[in-house]
């Protein structure tokens, strides 16, 4: 091969070789789930060729991708663990799924339908997973509960359900397993009607199942929020306390206090050059930077602003009309801190108002 | 054009160069987009006539309102800031779609049904709606990774019953598309019943993806419910805390207390002439005057309240049979302190305690 | 009219003046409806006679009973305020709507099913309706807004359905009003399936619909879901005040502490003769007395305790097996302490915790 | 019979003397209820005989598990008791129904219906059902009080539809109770479409029943949120309060520290050879051992720690990587502290704080 093709490969597989999903990843799995599903399409007969095309250079370059991985991780010494984790698995079946099934013979367009598979490559890339997942785990109890009660209805309505109705409509309700399938398409409220009661006493017991249908959603909600709500606030105080004890402005405070104050800032990550406040508009949050740095448009002048240093504490000091843009010249971490927190914080540390006001005070003079 | 026709447009044109919406303006949408629906409906036939003239009228009074709003914003040298401000795009868009339609030669039928985009018109107005955009935005992590689970199910739902149903249903399950449609209905527990799989494995799919459904429905509103919590706080914070530090009653307080008091109280915006308390009735809180006036309807005597005086203490102070009428005498502000926090704030507070206790015994000698 | 008749009807008059249903209101409530749900049914045809006679006993009873309230309150000059009240419009309704309808001409059969209007009766007798009321007061800003919202999605996707589905389907989506009706069911997740769109676009937009679905309702539920929480600790806060500061045990208590221990109590009204405490089961609470009498059902004697004792106390002490039956011998208030909050209560008041653990030995001692 | 036989089965009468499921009931469970559904079905018709004949199994089997019990708790005196507790009864449905059908002459397809019943066994045995039934019952009051809004909406709307569609289509919409049908699959969000409306009016109608059901939904779901937050609170609480008291390490500390230490800890129980941290893996909590023991796996050596002791701290003090694997070596009961809640809890009592620091110095040292 050409020096300049070698080189470029190189380079493509060094990207790939990481873990996580390139934006090249992202576009194949979308182009190849797409073909997929216009390969089934009789509407796009004409365009077969162009579409059979795209899937398999959307296979290859998952093959590719895979093989890559292997020999990146085989070097590390951790192709087993890698071979073994979900990233891994989901490698694989995306590599091999689909070849697999043609050299075992499967008719090319069934086998094709294999691709939707690649969808799972998505997974570790989607943001707060992590978050669900232990929601997930931490509410299993109650969840599985409200599960096995849910499927106790179902096995009790559908039985009572052809009881009642196997005579009158016996080709619907005619076996216990057809009144299982009206009793899920109703508890679930989704209703097709293709399976519906006809006898007074058939709908009665139908109306009950609808009305616990509403029971175990709401439970099933109820407990989903709880825990929600509980691993949010827990995730934010994880995000944020690493760099709260950063920001030298907060280190002088106790373990105490900086506890008390990571409850109330919010970290956001900003790529570079991008606005965070836009001068003129309403301002209700100061922001303090944990890592990177800002720039402040002043008139005239451009003031630079590092790790540690705070911004936008005006509009918290009456003035909140925003006075100049702010934009990252870096990628950075801002710890955002509200208005409303603003004055309870300023109320419970006297000492870090007056930081804040001097400090308020020393730019505006500067500024002027 | 005669005088009083100019001044009463030149009024006119004052009043709707304001950005928020004119009453005639929410006339104007709700009459215009009727009158489309109508025009649609063969039944009103008869009534076309008028209809379209309706619609005529409708289209005339946006365009000149937004031509006034642009002259207005010119003067202010704002236009640009207006025409790219989302108002300014929607004003633009209510004023010029129909009529480009129709001089794209778009069939007139067709043309007047862009007049359904009126309706954006009224977004700015809607109460709150700043505070579901900030939940949307903070919990937007969350909420995109439901979404993802969401078209992932889909995704693999509808391929799996593309292949266990295609051969029994062709017209119905013959492509992907068409089973994407089927999850997409499934999934939301919609249900329309026009596609539905009738091979048992088909229905077990299904089943497994109605209970995803809920699974999905729960996460999603347990998400938002824990962001809309969070938000009502911050948002009844943010309404109270001006209008607190304003009441010299509060004002003695330190930040700290203030910041405490404010979490208690809740704002209450009335018009003039509103009746804040019914005389007999059973009272639960207590009001404290941030602006505006209240008039005490007492035995003999009007008695008027200005700003940081408190009524309706009675209520909180054994006595929970409120003695008078009291009414707003102009747009006022009201704090609204409940018994429950009125019960704490005493606690944490004694010094107010006292001073509301002392003003309540006054009032009680003077009114007896 | 003989004697005992009129003895009778004057009780049964004085039963009902009081504005509370009466157990009789609720049979003839229930009885009046369902007869006429049957009167509409032609499979109780021979039993019309009956089911005619049975409506009319009801609606005499009505119009009796709103007689009666009428010369009540008219006897304590409130009359203007009754029927203005909205109990006094229901009784009135109750008692005028099916004989207006029958005197005006209307066919029988349809008058009765005026009577429906009785089950309004009911409404003021809803446990905690209070609380909904009220949550929904406080919460309607963003409720309406998210309706608003709804109804823009309804207006905006049934105009693209109508003008992508009209030349496809003409009898479903001829007009906009048909559209509308589509959208409306589908928004709501209700999907009928009469009609549903079948152009890819139709469906592409029906799918975005649905998802909406999802939002709204996620929307609509959090909120309610924030409102009832705030609102539940305020209603049981409310209840238990009263009662906390009547029992002498925690009278001592300074208000900052009574309103402390109001945060942990639950109030519970119970009938006469009832058992609170069963022998033998495991105990996770103990009870004030706030009103009524108790009895302990030890072996060999049985003990009364009055207003303002505490029973049920060793299940927190240690020992978690109830010692004895414990049942009210009249109508009685009981303030519980849950064993979460008793840990708590005694932390922050070793004082109330030595109160009760001496209590706890002196009966200790007594009952060996 | 022969002596092993007997032993077996003394063994097994043992094992289901006791009141909770054992293994070999849930299979009976899930084998029945499974035979019993494809006994309905025509296309199980060849192996009917089988079927059958595990019927017949599980039958002998509930009858003979039903018969132990009742001889075990009549020896213990309990036997009235057991007779009227719920699992005695299920247990005697469970053993009696499908019999006494079959006496009574009923077909047998029939009868062995009544072999669903067989699920009410698993009741008992489902996790975190005593807080779910806590919950409903806490809240009974809104729950209640929602469900009449419902009843009567569905009333009301359902004699309005009547009235509005029963000349436009009698054989759907003919009576009051097919109405009935009508509402609660419409406020359900259910939808079958088996009964629609067509005429305009009666599709306005129908509309808002529509969005009543979200409100409907909407405050159901709201109110069990609401309840189940506060219960998950509590039940946490009671399971590790005990647990708490007994690890020395927290005795030292007095009753309000310990309430609110009991706050921050999560009980967690588990089998013996169990891994509860995987070496290198990212750890943000600690354990302390309320029971049992575990085992750490060092390079070279082994260490046991017993009830009382802690591990994992090292994740919260800095260095995050988990260091060795953690297995326990007997079934455990551990309290997780999670990195959030140590934060808090060593700001709040800065003794732990050196304790736990001293102790993580020494392993320190000792491991180099």
Same mark, same amino acid.
């Given at each position: 091969?050409?020096?300049?093709?070698?080189?470029?490969?190189?380079?493509?597989?060094?990207?790939?070789?990481?873990?996580?999903?390139?934006?090249?990843?992202?576009? @194949?799995?979308?182009?190849?789930?797409?073909?997929?599903? #216009?390969?089934?399409? !009789?509407?796009?007969?004409? @365009?077969?060729?162009? *579409?059979?095309?795209?899937?398999? =250079?959307?296979?290859?370059?998952?093959?590719?991708?895979?093989? $890559?991985?292997?020999?990146?991780?085989?070097?590390?010494?951790?192709?087993?663990?890698?071979?073994?984790?979900?990233?891994?698995?989901?490698?694989?079946?995306?590599? #091999?799924?689909?070849?697999?099934?043609?050299?075992?013979?499967?008719?090319?367009?069934?086998?094709?339908?294999?691709?939707?598979?690649?969808?799972?490559?998505?997974?570790?890339? $989607?943001?707060?997973? &992590?978050?669900?997942?232990?929601?997930? =785990?931490?509410?299993?109890?109650?969840?599985?509960?409200? #599960?096995?009660?849910?499927?106790?209805?179902?096995?009790?309505?559908?039985?009572?359900?052809?009881?009642?109705?196997?005579?009158?409509?016996?080709?619907?309700?005619?076996?216990?397993?057809?009144? #299982?399938?009206?009793?899920?398409?109703?508890?679930?409220?989704?209703?097709?009607?293709?399976?519906?009661?006809?006898?007074?006493?058939? &709908?009665?017991?139908?109306?009950?199942?609808? $009305?616990?249908?509403?029971?175990?959603?709401?439970?099933?909600?109820?407990?989903?929020?709880?825990?929600?709500?509980?691993?949010?606030?827990?995730?934010?105080?994880?995000?944020?306390?690493?760099?709260?004890?950063? *920001?030298?402005?907060? @280190?002088?405070?106790?373990?105490?206090?900086?506890?008390?104050?990571?409850?109330?800032?919010?970290?956001?990550?900003?790529?570079?050059?991008?606005?965070?406040?836009?001068?003129?508009?309403?301002?209700?949050?100061?922001?303090?930077? @944990?890592?990177?740095? *800002?720039?402040?448009?002043?008139?005239?002048?451009?003031?630079?602003?590092?790790?540690?240093?705070?911004?936008?504490?005006?509009?918290?000091?009456?003035? !909140?009309?925003?006075?100049? !843009?702010?934009?990252?010249?870096?990628?950075? &971490?801002?710890?955002?801190?509200?208005? =409303?927190?603003?004055?309870?914080?300023?109320?419970?540390?006297?000492?870090?108002?007056?930081? $804040?006001?001097?400090?308020?005070?020393?730019?505006?003079?500067?500024?002027?």
């Amino acid at each position: 091969m050409s020096k300049p093709l070698i080189s470029a490969l190189a380079q493509f597989a060094a990207a790939t070789a990481g873990r996580n999903m390139t934006k090249t990843a992202y576009v @194949a799995v979308g182009v190849g789930v797409l073909s997929m599903v #216009l390969l089934t399409d !009789n509407r796009a007969n004409e @365009a077969r060729g162009w *579409v059979n095309g795209l899937l398999w =250079v959307c296979l290859v370059y998952f093959v590719f991708e895979w093989l $890559i991985r292997l020999r990146h991780m085989a070097r590390q010494g951790r192709l087993s663990l890698y071979m073994s984790s979900s990233a891994g698995i989901v490698d694989a079946i995306g590599a #091999l799924a689909v070849p697999l099934a043609l050299v075992l013979g499967v008719e090319p367009k069934t086998a094709w339908l294999l691709s939707v598979l690649w969808v799972l490559k998505v997974v570790p890339g $989607i943001p707060g997973l &992590r978050q669900l997942r232990r929601v997930l =785990v931490l509410e299993s109890g109650p969840l599985v509960s409200v #599960l096995v009660i849910f499927l106790m209805v179902i096995f009790l309505a559908s039985v009572a359900e052809y009881f009642l109705e196997r005579d009158v409509q016996p080709q619907t309700f005619g076996s216990v397993p057809a009144a #299982l399938w009206w009793a899920v398409v109703t508890l679930t409220t989704t209703g097709y009607g293709d399976v519906v009661p006809v006898t007074p006493l058939g &709908r009665l017991v139908a109306a009950l199942v609808m $009305i616990s249908g509403l029971g175990v959603f709401g439970l099933w909600t109820g407990i989903l929020a709880t825990g929600f709500a509980a691993e949010t606030r827990r995730d934010n105080f994880l995000k944020t306390w690493e760099s709260v004890s950063k *920001v030298p402005f907060f @280190a002088a405070l106790g373990p105490a206090a900086i506890a008390d104050v990571t409850h109330m800032l919010r970290t956001m990550e900003l790529p570079a050059r991008t606005l965070v406040i836009r001068k003129g508009t309403q301002g209700d949050c100061m922001y303090f930077i @944990a890592a990177g740095e *800002v720039e402040v448009d002043l008139p005239g002048k451009k003031v630079q602003l590092g790790e540690g240093a705070f911004f936008g504490e005006m509009a918290l000091l009456g003035n !909140n009309k925003r006075g100049a !843009n702010v934009s990252t010249t870096k990628v950075s &971490r801002l710890l955002v801190l509200d208005l =409303v927190d603003f004055r309870v914080l300023m109320a419970r540390h006297p000492d870090l108002a007056e930081t $804040i006001d001097a400090e308020a005070k020393r730019r505006a003079l500067e500024n002027t």
